[in-house]
């Protein structure tokens, strides 16, 4: 096989592989975040290697604080009666 149609391959598969990454990111959101607990949470262990604790806390999802709970739009603080 020519040198060109392998990195033409190598480009697409890149290609499809971040487009598909941006779908599950645009429309699974949820699930997503789920997963990369999962997969944090054996990491995060205290008997673990420095480098696997690190890796763990790369993956692990961002916290949500209390105030972004129900999306961040402050109309129940505490001025406001329910």
């Known amino acids: 096989m020519d040198a060109s149609l ?3 391959y190598a480009i697409i598969a890149v290609a499809v592989v971040v487009s598909a990454w941006v779908v599950v990111v645009k429309q699974f959101p949820g699930p997503l975040r789920k997963l990369r607990g999962a997969l944090a949470l054996p990491l995060l262990r205290g008997g673990n290697a420095g480098w696997r604790r ?24 505490p001025d406001k009666k329910a």
């Open 6 to 8: 392998t990195l033409q």
């Open 54 to 77: 690190r890796l763990g806390r790369w993956i692990a999802p961002p916290p949500s604080g209390s105030d972004a709970a129900c999306g961040g739009c402050n109309s129940c603080g």
